[in-house]
Structure formats: structure tokens, C-alpha cells
């Protein structure tokens, strides 16, 4: 909902067991202190990158009666280890954070999973505040509650639901994004356009510099687009819960992240998430199109959208068999079979379960063709 009361700010609700809102617009970051609500004492994590952004959040709360901490926690991936998770429980600890105090996560969607993680963990979880500095975080990472951390053996294999109480997207941040992240984001944003609302593809192929223009308004309508499609799917299955057979629920948000978080570990977390997703997305429509449930012009439209981004759509051809090893962790896999969301039309997902070693090469041998 838009609010005309409110400067061009947009209203997001998310249906969780406490309902939630995203803000959208330009110069809101002052909301923070306003979904906080009464003083108490609140730790703002943030990358040393933004800083700028850390300590405006932090006088605002001030401003507001609250008692702010702010840790500063490493830069993008490698924010998602138990050993920097352990280092912000240390500093909750000894500023006496107790179940009334809180957590705000500024920063990318690193950032904003580790602060996740953290206040989930804290005493059982203290309340969360989401404030996405990046594309891909205003778009995914910041709203809907998964949280979580890294290990050795692949992305995201230790979190815990934990939904925001608010999630706060300034888009001027956005003018400082560096380019090469703006595009990962894109990725996500395509991804919604696929599994729910193909206007997004279609505001995508009419003006892809359009997309990649910060201060467009072509770039806001793709943010609220694709936060309407997450808050949609987050809020009918909050815990990703309510796959059963070839229906699909909130897992649907992980379309094209099966191969995708593989690679990424493949890669050592040096390619962006958003990249990796465009991948990932590219196989699963080749894997839809070998298997016989999606047409060749929506598996080519995956190529065409996202190579006019200029986000990656081939990988090595080498890699089939190490990237298997590592999706035999994803969270869809049940014990040794692989399940991937994949799309017999636009905007309408299955679940593709056991697919043959023949239909994993031939749609791995699609995807490294250039
Ligand atoms: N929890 C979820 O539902 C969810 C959804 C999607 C992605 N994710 C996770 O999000 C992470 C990727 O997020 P990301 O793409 O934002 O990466 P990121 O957090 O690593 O940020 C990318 C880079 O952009 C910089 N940055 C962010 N905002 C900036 C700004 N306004 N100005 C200048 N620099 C800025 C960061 O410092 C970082 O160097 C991955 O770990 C992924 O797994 C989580
Ligand atoms: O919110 C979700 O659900 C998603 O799957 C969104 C994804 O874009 C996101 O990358 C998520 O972190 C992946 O989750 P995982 O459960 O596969 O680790
Ligand atoms: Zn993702």
C-alpha cells in the first residue's frame, strides 16, 4: 500500500505471527527509531563500508532515547561465520543486552543475515530491525526472517527463522552501490519476475539501463515488485513448510539457488549471490526444458533477461560432479535425492525431484554453452 500521508512512502505488510511492515522510499532511514517504538538499548551492526549510514541510524536512535552499541563486523560473506557471530554475542553480553533491547542490521544481505542470526540467538532472540543498504537485500535477504551463517561445507547450513519486527529501505542509499552489486541484485529481482510476476521481466526488457540506474523510477518499481512477491510467498508459508510433492511454497524463492549456492561455494564466495542465483536459474530452466515441462521461449528468456543485465548465464563444464556433491546439503534435498524448483510456464513453479545423471548432464551441457 502507498501511503500519499507519508512523502511517497511505500507500506509492504509481511503476515508473520507479529505482523511486520517494509518501508520503501527515499530518505526514510529516520523510521527506524519509529518501529523501535519505547527506548532500550539497541546494537546496530554494519561493515566498516558503511559507516556513514551506521552512525546516522545511531543518532537518530539516540535522538530517540535509545542507548546504541554499534559493532562493526567484516564485509560482505565473510560476516557469515560463528566466529564473528560469537564475537557480537561477547559484545551483547557485556553491554548486558537483555530480551527487551535489539538488533539492527545495516548493511547488504550479509550483514543483514548475520544481525539476523545474532538476535534470533541471543537469549533465544531479541528483536530484529532489518535496515538493507544493497539491492539484493532491500529486494530478498532483509525481509521474510531466514537468517543464518555460513560453514566449510557449503552456504547458509546453519540459521534459524527469526522474523523482523521492521525492515527499513532507504533507496538513496542505493546511489553508492557499487555497480557490479546493483546488477547482483537484479538477479533476485529477475528471479521474482519469473516465478510471479512477469511485468518485472518485462520493465527489465524494455529498459535494462533503466534497471541499472539507481535514482530511476523504473529501479523503485522493481523493488516494490519484487518485495511484493516475496512478502506474498514469506507470509502464506513463513517457515517454507508447506512443500508437499510437486506443490510448492515458500521454496519457490529458492528458484535457480540449488546450483546456485554450489557455485557459489565452488567459487569460494568470490562471485556475488545475486550472480551465482543467475546461474543457478539458467540450469533449472534448462533442466525444466530437457525434462519436458517448460517451452523453449520461456528457458531462452532466462538467457536473453539476464544476459542483457550482464549477469553470468554459462559456468565451466568441468564442474557438473562437484557442484553435485554440494547440493546433496541443500535444504530441499531429502536424504539423497535432489529436489529443484523449477517452471512448467511463467509464474507457475513444481518441484522436480530425482532427476537422472542423463538430465543433469544434458542440462549442465546447455548451460555451458555459450
Ligand atoms: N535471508 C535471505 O532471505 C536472503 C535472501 C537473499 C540473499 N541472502 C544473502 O544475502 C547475501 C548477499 O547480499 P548482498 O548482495 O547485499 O551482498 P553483501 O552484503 O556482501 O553486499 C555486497 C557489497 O555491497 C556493499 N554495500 C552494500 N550496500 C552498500 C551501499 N549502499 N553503498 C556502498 N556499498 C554497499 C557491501 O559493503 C558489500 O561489499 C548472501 O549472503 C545471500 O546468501 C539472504
Ligand atoms: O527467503 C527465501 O526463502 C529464499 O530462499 C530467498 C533466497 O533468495 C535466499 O538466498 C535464501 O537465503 C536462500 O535460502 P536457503 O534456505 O537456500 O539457504
Ligand atoms: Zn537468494
Known sequence: ???????????????????YDVVVGRGVLARVADVLGAPRRVAVLHPAALIDVAVRVSASLEHAGHEVVRIDV????AAKTVEV?????????????????AVVGVGGGSTTDLAGFVAATWLRGVALVTVPT?????????????TGINTAEGKNLVGVFHEPVGVVCDLDLLA???PVDLRAGLGEVVKCGFIADPRILELVEQEPEAALDPASPVLRE?????????????SADLREATSEGRQVGRELLNYGHTLGHAVERRERFRWRHGEAVSVGMVFVAELARAAGVLDDAVADRHR?????????TTYAPDALEDLVATMGLDKKTRGSTL?????????SAEILSAPSDELLRTAFAALTRV
Open 74 to 77: 567484516p564485509d560482505a560473506e
Open 1 to 19: 500500500m502507498t501511503d500519499p500521508e507519508s512523502g511517497g512512502v511505500t507500506l509492504i505488510g509481511v503476515a508473520a505471527e507479529r505482523p
Open 134 to 146: 544493497s539491492l539484493l537485500a532491500m529486494v530478498d535477504a532483509a525481509v521474510g526472517g531466514k
Open 304 to 312: 536473453a533477461v539476464l544476459g542483457s543485465l550482464g549477469l553470468p
Open 85 to 101: 557471530a560469537a564475537r557480537c554475542w561477547a559484545v551483547l553480553g557485556n553491554a548486558g543486552f537483555t530480551r527487551s533491547d
Open 176 to 178: 553508492t552501490l557499487p
Open 222 to 234: 522493481l523493488v516494490e515488485r519484487s518485495v511484493r512477491v516475496k512478502a506474498r510467498v514469506v
Open 339 to 347: 529436489r529443484f524448483v523449477v517452471l512448467n510456464d511463467l509464474a
